[in-house]
């Protein structure tokens, strides 16, 4: 295993003031900053200044981004699994339909199976 020193920086308090200004809008930073006020020692500080400017430094998806990522994966989905330009989507083409019934099938038969093997004693030591 790699030691990795977790010594606080000593520009820290600067370093925390720097990350608040360039990631959260004035009126979110009181709270946040209440809770690194309230840490015992600038040791706790740098494990919280880590965990807070990963989550804050990390882009975030809005739901306009979100829905143009799915509709750029569309066509290599079609691709990939053969759909083609026709008309079926995932769950509607023949060999995904084709394989959803053969799994079914198999788990039928497995739970009968299961079923008959845990209660066969069952059934043959009290005769109706």
Not at 10 to 18: M, V
């Amino acid at each position: 295993m790699i030691n990795v020193p977790l010594d606080p920086p000593e520009d820290l308090h600067l370093l925390w003031e720097q990350l608040l200004e360039d990631c959260l809008p004035p009126d979110k930073r009181k709270y946040i900053t209440e809770t690194w006020n309230r840490c015992e020692d600038d040791r706790e500080r740098y494990m919280m200044f880590l965990e807070y400017s990963s989550y804050l430094r990390s882009k975030h998806q809005t739901n306009a981004e979100k829905q143009q990522a799915q509709e750029s994966l569309g066509p290599l989905i079609n691709q990939y699994m053969g759909l083609g330009k026709s008309n079926n989507t995932l769950f509607t083409h023949p060999k995904v339909v084709r394989i959803m019934k053969i799994c079914t099938a198999v788990l039928v038969i497995a739970g009968l199976w299961y079923g008959s093997v845990m209660f066969e004693d069952d059934i043959f030591s009290n005769p109706m």
